[in-house]
C-alpha cells in the first residue's frame, strides 16, 4: 500500500477524457471529463438516466466509449474486456452466482485465475471475516438477507484485490436502518482498504455523508464536482442546487434586492431566519416581509412557504421550537444575510 | 488482509484469451458465430429442401409419359380448382374447422377452471394432466381410438349396455358424418384429431385466461352484470387471444395430417393423403406440392390474423 | 376465491377422463387373451405377449435404431438448438425475427411437407436412404424444442451474472462454463429429454426419409394400417407409453426444479 502514495499522488485511479457513449439517437454519456485520486471515496450522484450508471459501466468495461480516452492508473483501457481491468464491481441486485454456495461466490475471482481449492477457501474466509459473515461459507445466496447478500457481493469483489471498487446503487435495495448501518461499514472498509470507491446513487443524503468527493451528473453530463460541502454551500447550477438538498433559486433582480451580486443566485431554507415581531435587523441582513403560503412540519424543522409583496416566493426552514405564531395566511418577518446568497453560473 | 494474487493464466489459456478478448470486443461477431452453424443447418438443409419441392408447383406433368416437364407454368396450380381436388380441400377446411370447434369447446373448461379456481398444487397436477398426453406418442394414441371406435370396441359395447345402441347406429347411418363403423367414419376422425390436438388448445387458452384478472371479473360483477353477461363481455373477449393461438395448431395439424385419415378415415382423401399419394403412387410431384402450399398459405393467412389480434403474447 | 360451479367442475373433469381414458385402454389391451379383433370388454387376461415380444427380434431392431437416431438427432439438436438461443436470446439485430421464424418452421409446417421436401432433396442429389437419412430430418424439427427451453432460460438468466463473471477474471470461455452452462444446464437437458421423445416417437417425416429400413414408429403404422399381429402391437404400444414417459416427466421436474433457482438470482 506505501509503496503505492508517492505515484498515488500524481496519476489519478480513473481518469475520463471527452468520454461519451451513446445508445442510438440517446446521448447517455456526453462528454465527462473527470480525475478520480487514488483512495478516495467518490460519488457519483444523479437521477435516473443521467449518465452515472453508463459512466459505471465504462469503468468496469462493460461498455466501451464511443469517443473519448479512459485511464485506470494512467494506463489506457479502452477495448479492455472488464476481465483485464484491475477493477471490481459490487452490483445493484448483487448479481451472486445462484448455483455456487457463499463461499465459492466469493472465491470465484480466485478460482478463474487458478488459484488452487484449499487456498481460496482459506482467503474466502478471511475474505467473509471480514465483512462479518463467519461461518456463512456452505450457504446459497438465496438463503441469505439483503444485507447479507450485499456483504458476499463486496467480499466477493475486493477478494482479488482490485485497485478501485465500484458500487452500483450497492445500498438501494437496504430498508433505511441497514442502510445506514452499511453506509458506516462501508466507509470504514474504504478506510482500511485505502481504495478508490466509485458509488453510483440518487440519493444525495448518501453522497453528501459517504463521499470525499461529489460528481453531479444531468442528461450525460457532470454538471459540477467537488467535497460535499462545496456542491451543498455552492452549487452550480440550479439543477445542482435542487437535486442536492433544496434550495430556493433567485434570479440576478432578485438577488440584488437581498443586498447580493447581480448574479443568478440560491438560497438554502435553513438560511433564512425568522425574525420575531419588532425585533432590528441584524447587521448585514435584509428584513423580508411575507405573507405565510404553507406551513409543513417536518421534525426538527418547519418549512414555511411565505410570498413577498414584491411576488418573491421563498421556503424557509426554521426550527420547529422557533416557530411560535405561525399559521397559513399570517404574517412573517424573515432576515436574509446577502452573504448566504450564492452566486450560480447560470440560472438553468 | 488479503494476499495478493497474480493474474497467470496458464498458457494454453493465452490463445483462448485473445479469443475472448475478440468475442466480447466485438459482440456481434459472436452473435455471428453462434448462428452460422443452426442457420447452415436450418437454411440448407430444410429451407433448400423445402424450396427445391415447392418450387415445383410451377412445373407440371406430361400426362403420357408421367415425367415433370420443367417449364413454368399455372396450370398445376390451377389444378387445385378441378371440382375433384376442390373438394378434397374443402373437406380438409371443414374437418380442420369442426376440431378447432370442438377443442375449443371441449379445452375451455378444464383451461378456465384451472386458471380461476385451481390452487397452486391442483394447476401443477393440471399442467402435468395435459403435457403428459400431449407429449406421449403420437400413433399409440391413435391406436388406443382405434381400439376404442372399432365396431367390437369399447365405444360399442358401452353404447350397447346403455341402450343406445340404436342411436350409434342411427348416427351411423347419416349421410356424411356416418359409415360402416365409428372407425370407418368422419366422426371418428375428428375425434381422433380433436384428441390428439386437445392439449395444444388447452395450454394457450390457459395461458390467456391466466391474465384475465380476477380484479376485472369482481369489478365486472359489483357493477351489477349477470354471471352470464360478466362472461360474454369480459372473460370471453380476453380469453379470445388464447383460442386463436390454440386455433393455429389444431388447425394446422390437422390440416397437414395423413395418418389418422388412413387409419380411421373413409375412402374419400383428405388434403395429407391427396399429397402423400399424389408424390408416392401416383408420382405428380408438381400437383403434390401445389397441395403442399395450402396449408402454407392457409397458416401464413392465418399468422397474420392472429398476429393482429395479439394472439403470441398466450403462447 | 370463489368457488366454481358444479356444472364447471363435472365438465373439466370431463375433459380430464378424455384425455387420459384411451391411454388406459392402450394398457388393459396389453393383457388380453383375443388375438384377432379389438374385442371389449377382454375375454381373458395373459401376460403371455410380453414373452412373444420379448422374443420379437425385428422388434427388438427396430427399438434399437429408434433409440440410436433420437440419440443422435438429440445431440445434434442440443448443439444447434443451444447455439441458436445464444445468438437470438438477448440480440437486438435486424433480421431477428424471420431468424427465429425459421428455426421454429419444421414444428409449425405440417410433417409431410418436411418429409416430401426432404426425399425430394435426397433424390436430387443422390443420397441413398441411411441411419443419417433419418438423423437429418429428426435432428431438423428437434432443434426447435431444444432451442425454445434454451432460450426461455437464458431469457431469465440475469445478464448481471455474466457481467459478474467476466468482471471478477473469467474470460468468455470461462464464463460460459462456470456460470451460464450450469444455470442452464437443467433447461438443455430438459430440452433435450423433449428431443428424445419426438425423434422416439416421430413416423410422418420419417415414412419419407427412411426407405426401407424400420423405425419402431414405421413397424407401427404398419400394424396400424393393416393389423396382422395385434397382440404384440398391443404389447409394443404400451412399451412406447413407458419409454416417452419418463423422459417427459423428468424434463417436467428439470424445468421447475430450474425455475426456482434461476429465479433465486434476483
Given at each position: 500500500m506505501h509503496a503505492n502514495i508517492d505515484t498515488a499522488l500524481e496519476i489519478p485511479a480513473v481518469r475520463f477524457a471527452g468520454v461519451a457513449r451513446h445508445f442510438g439517437a440517446v446521448k447517455a454519456v456526453d462528454g465527462v471529463d473527470l480525475s478520480i485520486l487514488p483512495g478516495e471515496f467518490f460519488a457519483m450522484l444523479g437521477p435516473s438516466g443521467s449518465g452515472k450508471t453508463t459512466c459505471l459501466r465504462l469503468i468496469a468495461g462493460f461498455e466501451q466509449p464511443d469517443a473519448g480516452h479512459i485511464e485506470i492508473f494512467g494506463e489506457k483501457v479502452e477495448g479492455l474486456p472488464p476481465y483485464r481491468r484491475a477493477v471490481n464491481t459490487v452490483f445493484q441486485d448483487y448479481a451472486l452466482f445462484p448455483h455456487l454456495s457463499v463461499g465459492d461466490n466469493v472465491a470465484y475471482g480466485l478460482r478463474v485465475r487458478g488459484v488452487g481449492r484449499a487456498e481460496r477457501d482459506k482467503q474466502a474466509r478471511?475474505?467473509?471475516?471480514?465483512?462479518?459473515?463467519?461461518?456463512?461459507?456452505?450457504?446459497?445466496?438465496?438463503?441469505?438477507?439483503?444485507?447479507?447478500r450485499q456483504r458476499v457481493a463486496l467480499a466477493r469483489a475486493l477478494i482479488v484485490r482490485p485497485k478501485v471498487l465500484l458500487l452500483d446503487e450497492p445500498l438501494g435495495a437496504l430498508d433505511l436502518k441497514l442502510r445506514e448501518e452499511m453506509q458506516l461499514e462501508l466507509k470504514g472498509l474504504q478506510r482500511t482498504l485505502g481504495l478508490s470507491f466509485v458509488f453510483v446513487t440518487h440519493d444525495q443524503g448518501e453522497a453528501l455523508s459517504m463521499a470525499d468527493r461529489v460528481a453531479v451528473f444531468n442528461e450525460g453530463r457532470i454538471v459540477q464536482v467537488g467535497p460535499p460541502e462545496e456542491v451543498y454551500e455552492r452549487p452550480r447550477t440550479r439543477f445542482v442546487a435542487n437535486f442536492v438538498g433544496s434550495a430556493n433559486v433567485l434570479s440576478a433582480a432578485e438577488?440584488?434586492?437581498?443586498?447580493?451580486?447581480?448574479?443568478?443566485?440560491?438560497?438554502?431554507?435553513?438560511?433564512?431566519?425568522?425574525?420575531?415581531?419588532?425585533?432590528?435587523?441584524?447587521?448585514?441582513?435584509?428584513v423580508l416581509d411575507a405573507v405565510i403560503v404553507d406551513v409543513s412540519y417536518q421534525g426538527p424543522v418547519r418549512r414555511i412557504t411565505a410570498r413577498t409583496p414584491a411576488g418573491l416566493v421563498l421556503v424557509a426552514a426554521v426550527p420547529a421550537g422557533q416557530a411560535g405564531e405561525i399559521k397559513r395566511g399570517g404574517p412573517v418577518r424573515f432576515a436574509v444575510r446577502s452573504d448566504a446568497l450564492q452566486p450560480m453560473e447560470s440560472e438553468e | 488482509m488479503i494476499p495478493a494474487i497474480l493474474d497467470t493464466p496458464a498458457p494454453h489459456e493465452r490463445?483462448?484469451?485473445?479469443?475472448?478478448?475478440?468475442?466480447?470486443?466485438?459482440?456481434?461477431?459472436?452473435v455471428l458465430i453462434l448462428l452460422v452453424p443452426p442457420l447452415l443447418w436450418l437454411g440448407m438443409v430444410y429451407l433448400g429442401s423445402l424450396f427445391v419441392f415447392l418450387a415445383q408447383s410451377i412445373f407440371s406433368i406430361d400426362e403420357f409419359s408421367g415425367t415433370i416437364v420443367r417449364e413454368p407454368t399455372l396450370a398445376t396450380l390451377a389444378e387445385l380448382f378441378r371440382p375433384a381436388n376442390f373438394d378434397i380441400l374443402m373437406r380438409t377446411v371443414s374437418i380442420a374447422a369442426a376440431v378447432t370447434v370442438l377443442c375449443a369447446i371441449i379445452g375451455f373448461p378444464m383451461a378456465y377452471y384451472a386458471a380461476r379456481y385451481a390452487g397452486p398444487r391442483a394447476k401443477a397436477a393440471f399442467y402435468l394432466a395435459v403435457m403428459m398426453p400431449l407429449w406421449s406418442s403420437y400413433l399409440v394414441k391413435i391406436y388406443g381410438w382405434k381400439l376404442l371406435l372399432a365396431k367390437e370396441g369399447a365405444i360399442g359395447w358401452i353404447a350397447g349396455r346403455l341402450g343406445l345402441g340404436p342411436a350409434l347406429e342411427a348416427w351411423l347411418a347419416l349421410p356424411l358424418v356416418g359409415g360402416p363403423s365409428l372407425s370407418v367414419s368422419y366422426t371418428g376422425m375428428v375425434l381422433v384429431f380433436t384428441y390428439l390436438w386437445l392439449p395444444f388448445m388447452i395450454l394457450p387458452m390457459h395461458a390467456a385466461l391466466e391474465r384475465v384478472p380476477s380484479s376485472l371479473i369482481e369489478a365486472a360483477g359489483d357493477l351489477g352484470a349477470s354471471p352470464g353477461r360478466t362472461f360474454r363481455t369480459i372473460i370471453l373477449p380476453l380469453a379470445l387471444p388464447g383460442v386463436v393461438a390454440g386455433a393455429i395448431f389444431t388447425f394446422s395439424l390437422t390440416l397437414g395430417d395423413y395418418i389418422v385419415p388412413q387409419i380411421i378415415g373413409t375412402s374419400a382423401l383428405v388434403l395429407g393423403q391427396?399429397?402423400?399419394?399424389?408424390q408416392g403412387t401416383a408420382g405428380n410431384i408438381p400437383l403434390s406440392a401445389a397441395f403442399s402450399l395450402v396449408p402454407i398459405l392457409v397458416m401464413a393467412l392465418f399468422l397474420t390474423l392472429a398476429k393482429k389480434m395479439g394472439a403470441f403474447d398466450a403462447l | 376465491m370463489t368457488r366454481a360451479s358444479l356444472s364447471l367442475k363435472l365438465a373439466a373433469l370431463a375433459g380430464l377422463a378424455f384425455l387420459h381414458i384411451p391411454l388406459l385402454f392402450i394398457v388393459l389391451y396389453a393383457f388380453t387373451t383375443e388375438e384377432r379383433s379389438y374385442a371389449f370388454p377382454p375375454p381373458g387376461y395373459t401376460l403371455k405377449w410380453f414373452v412373444v415380444v420379448w422374443e420379437r427380434t425385428d422388434i427388438w431392431a427396430a427399438v434399437g435404431l429408434s433409440l440410436r437416431v433420437a440419440t443422435l438427432a438429440t445431440l445434434i439438436a442440443l448443439v444447434l438448438g443451444t447455439l441458436a438461443a445464444g445468438g437470438l436470446a438477448r440480440a437486438k439485430f435486424f433480421g431477428r425475427e424471420p431468424i427465429s421464424l425459421l428455426f421454429v418452421l419444421p414444428i409449425a409446417l405440417p410433417g409431410i411437407v418436411t418429409g416430401i421436401a426432404l426425399r425430394q432433396a435426397f433424390g436430387l442429389m443422390e443420397i441413398p436412404f441411411s441411419f443419417w437419412t433419418i438423423v437429418l430430418g429428426h435432428a431438423t424439427f428437434c432443434i426447435v424444442v431444444v432451442y425454445n427451453n434454451a432460450v426461455a432460460r437464458l431469457r431469465r438468466l440475469s445478464p448481471s451474472l455474466i457481467e459478474a463473471s467476466m468482471d471478477l477474471g473469467a474470460d468468455a470461455f470461462q464464463t460460459f462454463r462456470l456460470v451460464v452452462l450450469p444455470n442452464v444446464g437443467t433447461a438443455l437437458l430438459a430440452g433435450g429429454m423433449l428431443a428424445f421423445a419426438l425423434s422416439f416417437d416421430e413416423v410422418i417425416v420419417t415414412t419419407f426419409t427412411a426407405g426401407q429400413q424400420s423405425t419402431l414408429p414405421i413397424w407401427m403404422l404398419s400394424e396400424l394400417i393393416r393389423p396382422r399381429q395385434r397382440p404384440v402391437t398391443n404389447v409394443v404400444a404400451v412399451l412406447v407409453i413407458a419409454v416417452t414417459f419418463l423422459p417427459i416427466l423428468a424434463a417436467y421436474y428439470l424445468t421447475r426444479e430450474?425455475?426456482?433457482?434461476?429465479?433465486s438470482g434476483k
Open positions: 478471511e475474505a467473509l471475516a471480514m465483512v462479518k459473515l463467519t461461518g456463512m461459507e456452505s450457504r446459497r445466496p438465496a438463503q441469505l438477507s439483503g444485507g447479507q438577488a440584488q434586492a437581498l443586498g447580493a451580486p447581480a448574479r443568478p443566485s440560491s438560497l438554502r431554507p435553513e438560511k433564512i431566519a425568522l425574525m420575531s415581531a419588532g425585533a432590528s435587523a441584524p447587521t448585514g441582513a435584509v | 490463445t483462448l484469451r485473445r479469443l475472448s478478448d475478440l468475442l466480447v470486443r466485438r459482440h456481434n461477431l459472436l391427396a399429397v402423400y399419394t399424389l | 430450474g425455475e426456482a433457482v434461476a429465479g
